[in-house]
């Protein structure tokens, strides 16, 4: 009947697959795997033609030049040879890199490809090298140079708290640093190389470790990473003073009023300069031809300070006036 030959053929399929029959795929595995082996020796030992990526290596002096950028670390090629060969290349197995020397560093920035087939022909152990398929290689070499710069801050950047000032002479330990790196990059630096001030606003004397900072790190070696900075930070004395203001160019024939005023001049002073102001010279000035119509206001200016004295301000900042005639 169909349906028992159909099951009898089904049975006679399945058979390999029970339990008794482990011996059976036993066989069949070894033969597959023996076969395989046959076939992968067989195919290692023709000769092909292939593209591959092989390594590279500058020959340079350390002592004199420097890489600024990465140096390309390979280049395609193509070969023939035994496949054997071309597996050890491919998984750069015990593989010797062509040696690149130059003559015109740091003047030459790129050679074409064709140009390293001597030095990788020299390497190939068992190729043929048939041409070197990269068409250029570039690179960045300078010369490497050692020079000291003196270490100083900007005083005009450090931050003080309102009503303090930064007073006296700034010390720096170690006055000096000196930098490796390539020339065109330290040629950019400032002579004297400039300390970052601290980030805290100062009420009191700073004297701390601060970090040398520049943007040349993997290329620029230092011989210090931070120096001690030490500097005085004083409170300032403030007074304040009515002013009679001097008028300019106001029209003639009106009387002037100030809404809001009077006029008052503060300003602060190291307390050892107490005795060297003079308050007589200060000068503060109301131009009409700075007068807002919208508003009806002329901002104040000072024409003239005392000595010794810092954080000049007027108050108020607009001084509100009013003209009638005489």
Known sequence: M???????????????????????WRVVLLCFLTAATFWLLNALNKSYTTQVS?????????????????????????????????????????VKPAEI??????TIKRLPGHVLRPAISNVLDG?????VVTDTISFDFDQLVTRR?????????????PGHA???????????VTFTGPKLILDQFPNPFLLSPPDQSLTAPFKGEVLLIHDFTSLVKADVSEAE???????LERKEIPMQPILQNF?????????????????????????????DLFQVALDFLKFNSADSTIVPTVLQKSPHTRQVAVLPGKVKISLAPQ
Do not use: C
């Not at 054997?84 to 491919?90: E, G, I, T």
């Not at 900075?229 to 409170?235: G, L, P, S």
């Not at 009023?257 to 005795?275: A, E, F, T």
């Open 54 to 94: 092989y390594p590279i290596q500058f020959k340079y002096d350390p002592k004199a030049l420097l890489p600024v950028k990465p140096l390309p670390e390979e280049v395609v090629i193509n070969v023939t040879g035994k496949g054997w060969k071309l597996l050890r290349k491919s998984l750069m197995f015990n």
């Open 251 to 279: 029209p003639a024939g009106y009387r002037l009023k100030l809404v809001n005023g009077p006029v008052v001049l503060q300003y602060s002073y190291l307390p050892q300069n107490r005795d060297l102001l003079q308050p």
């Open 229 to 235: 900075v030490e500097f005085k930070v004083t409170a």
């Open 127 to 131: 190729l043929n090298l048939n041409f």
């Open 101 to 106: 020397t130059f003559r015109n560093l740091p």
């Open 166 to 176: 930064f007073t006296g002479a700034v010390k720096i330990r170690p006055d000096s």
């Open 2 to 24: 169909p349906f028992n030959r159909t099951k009898h053929a089904l049975l006679w399929l399945l058979r390999p697959f029970s339990p008794k029959q482990k011996q059976y």
């Open 149 to 161: 710069f003196p270490l100083a801050i900007d005083t005009t950047q450090i931050n003080v708290a």
